[in-house]
């Protein structure tokens, strides 16, 4: 039996996460106290029905019953069960926006910006040993219903250590749960060279270009080798998951060329997941400004 715990910040979109593990075929419970979380699956287990899946949302939520997250972890860990936690993250002033719009109170705080700072704190120890992280701050429903499906569709098994590569364009944020960021802006950008415009950097013409600059070879040479002896430490210090980012103007060219590059090298030796935020988003950008094959405005 899969078993997902989905918790994060309120307002980040936990509900319409339930809404895609449901359609993937999860029996879904919300707002479950930790405490019943045992029986609750050993319940799923006994079931006449054949339940394969099951999504657990746990938040600060679990503090009405007199818990906090730190046990909550903490009775999860003693779980007979393997599992995997999915954890929602998001912009403060996003957050901000989000209950200004529905006019709803914070379950932390009648101060939205306290609560979100009360909670941001308490949910630190299941944040630290999320298997998935998703920041929903720049996403549409349909891009967070496919993120979630992209990354409950890897397979990849729990291991000691996942390494998240990630493209991003940085006119659209940073991402906020990234461990490393790299800036890819210092070389040459094939959006104006006319026929690599509308490639990306998962394209051999794109990723020739981009290497064709020896900066970015000795770039890449360095990250490897970083990332090879710092990820043991991270291991040490019980880091399940380290996230690698480059960025460049708007995520499509030099940015996914350099992840893409990257995972080569780093595959078979660590579970990887590649990540391209923007890469469909600025495909859309650039066939809205430009029109025709000579690529002018």
Not at 47 to 70: C, L, M, W
Not at 188 to 213: A, C, H, M, Q, T
Not at 268 to 283: C, F, K, S
Request: glycine share 6%; aromatic share 8%; with cysteine.
């Amino acid at each position: 039996m899969d078993i997902l715990i989905v918790t994060g910040l309120s307002g980040a979109g936990k509900t319409g996460v339930l809404g895609v593990l449901e359609d993937m075929g999860f029996v879904c419970a919300d707002n479950m106290p930790c405490q019943l979380v045992g029986e609750y699956i050993a319940l799923c287990k006994a079931s006449e029905n054949t339940i394969d899946k099951v999504a657990i949302v746990i938040d600060s939520r679990e503090s009405h019953f007199g818990y906090n997250p730190q046990k909550a972890f903490s009775e999860l860990k003693n779980l007979p069960f393997k599992y995997e936690i999915l954890f929602l993250e998001c912009e403060d002033a996003v957050l901000q926006r989000r209950y200004s719009e529905t006019r709803r109170l914070h379950p932390m705080h009648d101060d939205v910006s306290i609560g979100i700072a009360m909670e941001r704190e308490m949910l630190v120890p299941l944040k630290e040993n999320a298997t998935y992280i998703i920041d929903t701050s720049n996403m549409k429903t349909s891009e967070l219903a496919k993120a979630v499906e992209e990354k409950l569709s890897k397979g990849v098994s729990l291991s000691s250590v996942r390494l998240v590569i990630s493209s991003f364009g940085f006119k659209r944020g940073i991402p906020s749960n990234a461990d490393f960021v790299f800036d890819m802006r210092y070389t040459e950008n094939p959006f104006y060279i006319p026929e690599l415009r509308y490639k990306s950097g998962r394209d051999p013409e794109v990723r020739n270009y981009v290497f064709s600059d020896e900066t970015v070879c000795e770039q890449l040479d360095g990250i490897e080798t970083m990332i090879r002896k710092l990820t043991p430490k991270f291991i040490e210090q019980g880091k399940r998951r380290i996230m690698i980012s480059f960025d460049c103007t708007g995520g499509r060219h030099r940015s996914v060329a350099m992840a893409e590059a990257l995972h080569d090298r780093l595959a078979g030796e660590y579970p990887i997941l590649v990540e391209h935020r923007d890469l469909v988003y600025e495909a859309e950008n650039i066939i809205d400004r430009f029109s025709g094959d000579d690529g002018k405005q």
